[in-house]
């Protein structure tokens, strides 16, 4: 039996058939596609909420005992801000952490943008900058723009400049505002790249 399934038999058979009466259809548990949906657009603590809270007991299983990244990024966003839980922001940040040691391209950005706002934790755009190079590499449209950004006001390294530039030049985006920003930090990053890197960057693939 899955420990979703598990936990949800537990949990209707320890309350009185009288009370299901006025539980109403349970939410199905999200899968990993529908997880990667809202990440992308930043929706998962509105989405958590919107479900009445009904999945927490799901959530926190399948990020402690299953250790999913992604239900780990999921549950640590919800104890960092109090959603569903009672707030534990050191808890949070430990288990978005978790998450993102797993390759959760989720948590690194989140937590890329984190240290390079101060946002929870202490402002560092320099350890900012991993987080936002692995987010990048794998794809993740957000920590690309964040890291030209940060490379282009001075912090990282300039070995990290072809990198960004590939990955932004290889990025393919429906956003008519977010091609925009894309081309401007292309043009800014050419600025201070020579032409034969330039070149380089434009040729090789994107696989990672």
Known sequence: MKLHTLLLSTLLAATPAHALEDVGEAVPVYTEAELIRLFDTNSQLKQVKADDCQL???IEARA???????????????????????RD?????????????QGSPAALEQLGRYYATGTLVQQ?????????????????VDARIQLAELLLSNYGSPLDFEDAYRWLYNTVTASRTTHSKI?????????????????????RDTFW
């Open 56 to 58: 927490v007991q799901d």
């Open 64 to 86: 402690i005992r299953v250790e999913s990244p992604a239900y780990q990024f999921l549950y640590g966003d919800m104890l960092a801000w109090g959603v569903c839980v009672d």
């Open 89 to 101: 922001v050191e808890l949070g940040v430990y288990y978005m952490q978790s998450a993102a040691h």
């Open 124 to 140: 560092d755009r320099e350890r900012a900058i991993p987080y936002l190079r692995e987010a990048a590499s794998m794809g993740n």
């Open 183 to 203: 081309t401007r930090l292309r043009r800014s990053l050419e600025t201070r790249m020579p032409g034969n890197v330039i070149a380089r960057a434009k040729r």
